[in-house]
């Protein structure tokens, strides 16, 4: 049996704006931090942070679709952290190739060349928000999650999305790749349910986040039509604060709070997963 003890924490996208809060919290709370992210520099730059604030951090530039600079990554955090004991899949996102310009279609749009439409939705883009979501977890999980087996403790968080619950309109590979982010995490718990292994899913509601900042707001900062339509969807009536997700965070990679919690997907939405409409 793995008798590592250790609090070795890789966290992928780990620059983003929830990700790099997910690492502070986790650094405060004693966790040691591998912080992945394509933007090598963006990841240096938050463990500098955390350790001149006391904590311990590398940063690592890395992509989450090449499993050989993953590998080659895995030993390097081996060797300056230790075997990883907890695994946040954070990397992922949408892409404006994979993106419809209208939410409805409209007979004739199709003899629109100025529109992206579903029937000519870019299909590189379409792959790449796929891959980068799905298998941006599955590819990281293969070569960190074998440090686990066996290790008590020891626990997965893969980020979902309200879009795995209802797909929104115009970001169909996105909805798509989130959903299947979620069932995947649900096989996961149950394929390594007798390893020691927990496997969770966050599925935060609406925060805004540098990917998400241009669709939500104007250049000149009032909000656009769609910021309007999702806080009018959102029974409390506004976007998250990326801190409001950490209590449910550490509850699921909690050993002893959530020792017998594995395949769910948690909602942090402020109500958008139950609001009907009327």
């Not at 955390?50 to 311990?56: L, V």
């Not at 669709?215 to 976007?239: H, Q, S, V, W």
């Amino acid at each position: 049996m793995n008798t590592n003890n250790s609090r070795v924490c890789v966290i992928t996208g780990a620059a983003g704006v929830l990700c790099s809060t997910f690492a502070r919290a986790l650094a405060a709370d004693g966790w040691q931090l591998a912080l992945l992210d394509l933007n090598g520099d963006a990841a240096k730059a938050l463990a500098d942070e955390i350790t001149a604030a006391g904590g311990t951090a590398r940063g690592y530039a890395v992509s989450v679709l090449d499993k050989a600079a993953l590998e080659a990554t895995h030993a390097a955090v081996t060797a300056d952290l230790g075997p990883a004991t907890l695994l946040i899949n954070g990397a992922g996102g949408n892409n404006p190739r994979a993106t419809t310009t209208k939410e409805y279609f409209t007979p004739g749009d199709e003899a629109d060349s100025d529109l992206t439409t579903f029937f000519n939705l870019n299909e590189a883009g379409f792959d790449f928000v796929f891959d980068l979501n799905i298998k941006g977890t599955l590819l990281p999980t293969q070569v960190f999650a074998a440090d686990m087996i066996g290790c008590e403790g020891c626990c997965i968080i893969n980020i979902s999305s309200m879009n795995a619950f209802r797909p929104l309109t115009k970001i169909p590979a996105y909805s798509a790749a989130k959903s299947a982010v979620s069932n995947f995490t649900q096989w996961l718990a149950v394929h390594f349910a007798g390893t020691g292994i927990r496997v969770n899913a966050i599925a935060p509601g609406f925060f805004v986040t540098a990917q998400n900042k241009a669709l939500l707001f104007n250049e000149d900062g009032t909000p656009t039509p769609r910021t309007g339509k999702i806080l009018a969807a959102t029974p409390m009536g506004r976007f998250g604060k990326p801190e409001e997700l950490l209590g449910t965070l550490r509850w699921l990679v909690d050993a002893e709070a959530a020792s017998f919690v594995t395949g769910i997907v948690v909602p942090v939405d402020g109500g958008f997963s139950a609001y009907s409409g009327v």
